[in-house]
């Protein structure tokens, strides 16, 4: 069965100072692990994504993800906070569950990231 | 190439009536995937679409229903509807690989189906 686990329904940083956000896993096929965001009555967006090439994952705006198995992690981090950065951010996961055909992907229950001037 | 389309945007009901939410895919994709968010939640898996039928479904009653077409667009219902109902229903497509792991089911969302229910 999957599961996603967020570590923490809020963060705050400072502008300028490192982000990081943490997600745990738990998957019974190998997974391919996302990270979306989603800003105020906007869409969900990809900031990156993890299929099972490098464990270090680059995605849009100097947001990375490190791919964990041992630990079942995938943290997100990001060297220096922009305000822009201000946001809801979701960890997810996706195998393909046993089916047939596509995969079966599902949300953790968000991240939600303030940044102070 | 065209985005995920969904429609309509809003739209209110009230307890007791039936809604149809309806979903475009982005060219090319094959899967389709429905989601509800409710206020200050992550989005939750309702059910995928993949090939016009049903693969995959997460912890909703029978009354939440769907359908994909053979052009890949797809609809979701709900009946019988209830307070709770009120939340953003997101439509993802993505394209599924016949095999192995190519294409690990990048979900594009469409902007969402608000739906108040009084």
């Known amino acids: 069965a999957q599961s996603v686990t967020q570590l923490d329904s809020h963060v705050s940083v400072s502008e300028g100072t490192p982000v990081l956000l943490r997600c745990n896993y738990s998957s019974s096929y190998s997974p391919s692990l996302f990270w979306y965001v989603q800003h105020p009555n906007k869409g969900l967006q990809l900031l990156l994504k993890?299929?099972?090439?490098?464990?270090l994952v680059k995605g849009i705006n100097g947001f990375e993800a490190e791919f964990k198995k041992s630990e079942t992690s995938f943290h997100l981090t990001k060297p220096s906070a922009h305000m822009s950065d201000a946001a809801e951010y979701f960890c997810?996961?996706?195998?393909?569950?046993?089916?047939?055909?596509?995969?079966?992907?599902?949300f953790g229950a968000g991240t939600r990231l303030f940044v102070k001037a | 190439e065209t985005g995920v389309t969904q429609s309509p945007t809003h739209l209110i009901k009230t307890r007791g009536q039936q809604v149809t939410l309806r979903c475009s895919s982005q060219s090319g994709h094959n899967t389709v995937s429905w989601y509800q968010q409710a206020l200050g939640q992550g989005p939750q898996f309702i059910f995928q679409y993949y090939r016009e039928e049903e693969n995959g479904r997460g912890n909703f009653p029978p009354r939440f229903s769907g359908l994909q077409f053979p052009n890949y667009s797809s609809e979701l219902n709900v009946n019988a509807l209830e307070l709770d109902d009120s939340a953003l229903y997101l439509c993802?497509?993505?394209?599924?690989?016949?095999?192995?792991?190519?294409?690990?089911?990048?979900?594009?969302f469409g902007a969402g189906s608000r739906l108040t229910v009084l």
């Open positions: 993890y299929t099972s090439a490098a464990t």
């Open positions: 997810v996961v996706s195998d393909r569950g046993g089916y047939t055909g596509g995969f079966k992907t599902i």
């Open positions: 993802a497509s993505s394209l599924a690989g016949t095999s192995g792991r190519t294409g690990a089911n990048v979900l594009t």
